[in-house]
């Protein structure tokens, strides 16, 4: 492999990775808080992108309002399932809402069957990201550069509602001690409906991307790269919104780059994945950012 084509193996790699970021910081913001997998978290995905599907195709709103309609509408979702299923469970057992996260994920593909129908529907990618930039050897098409750059801002923007906002601390606070933030008056219920919200609106983002990226949805969509982006998560540190970050860019670079310098292997890069969970799982149970929390 020359120079060339490493570098665009490697904005590949960049570009799979920000979108494993974007969907797996949903699923280590609701560890974090309630040590729950939603195993929803991909179907919200799916439905986030029909939004945006219907709002620029059905409506003809420009891309971007769609992608913001989306997002608002999956955050409504996002809290209309811990709402409905999850916060009637906060004090049964753990099992309970895990075996209920794949009951709702199993609800949300079969519900996008019968509404949606199976047939998958074509995703227009805007104009801005269909140009193809050329340096030389190394052709790379602007969808590629952008989705890290929106991906980096979005990123900032989470991070800086997490460390100078008042839910984002408590989002914080009650990731390390659920009992003492009530004592102090803050109301749990709230701040983890908020973590929903803001999960799923990324889960959102994350998927409109990926329906660019690989241009068409259909109601299975959020499977794949649901599991995917929570090995990302496990990957980084579960419960660490910047391990997700790392785990997501690690991940997409490993499945890039192991069908670049192996193509006799590429068969297996979705099998990649499942092989780093086993691999965290058994060397490094908390990740890479993750720390040992009592229980």
């Known amino acids: 492999m020359d120079a060339a084509q490493l570098t665009q193996q490697m904005i590949n790699g ?3 990775g920000s979108l494993y970021a974007l969907i797996a910081i949903g699923y280590t913001m609701v560890y974090g808080i309630l040590r729950l997998i939603n195993f929803a978290h991909g179907d919200v995905l799916m439905v986030g992108c029909y939004f945006a599907w219907f709002g620029a195709v059905q409506f003809g709103l420009p891309w971007w309002v769609a992608l913001m309609g989306a997002m608002a509408l999956t955050a409504a979702l996002g809290v209309l399932i811990d709402q409905g299923a999850y916060r009637p469970l906060r004090r049964a057992p753990r099992i309970s809402a895990l075996i209920t996260a794949i009951g709702v994920s ?3 593909e079969n519900l996008g069957l019968v509404v949606f129908g199976g047939r998958p529907k074509a995703f227009a990618r805007p104009e801005m990201f269909n140009h193809i930039y ?3 050897e190394v ?3 602007s969808l590629s550069i952008w989705v890290p750059i929106l991906t980096a801002i979005i990123l900032a923007g989470l991070l800086l509602f997490i460390r100078r906002t008042r839910v984002g601390m408590a989002m914080r606070a009650l990731s390390r001690d659920l009992v003492t933030v009530q004592l102090m008056g803050i109301d749990p219920n709230r701040i983890i409906a908020a973590t929903f919200a803001l999960g799923s ?3 959102a983002a994350g998927g409109v991307f ?3 990226k690989y241009p068409q949805i259909n109601p299975l969509m959020g499977v794949l790269p649901g599991l995917k982006a929570f090995v990302a998560a496990v990957l980084g540190g579960i419960g660490n919104v910047t391990g997700a970050m790392i ?3 690690l991940l997409g670079m490993a499945e890039i780059m192991l069908v670049a310098l192996l193509p006799e292997l ?11 969970l086993i691999g965290i799982l058994i060397f490094r149970p908390t990740g890479i950012m993750g720390e040992e929390l009592p229980e």
Do not use: E, I, K
């Not at 590429?266 to 780093?276: H, S, T, W």
């Open 14 to 16: 960049l570009t799979l």
């Open 106 to 108: 199993f609800f949300l």
């Open 134 to 136: 050329q340096w030389g």
């Open 139 to 141: 052709r790379v098409l």
């Open 201 to 203: 609106a990324l889960a």
């Open 210 to 212: 990926w329906a660019m």
């Open 247 to 249: 785990g997501g860019l």
């Open 266 to 276: 590429a068969g297996y890069r979705d099998a990649l994945a499942f092989v780093l």
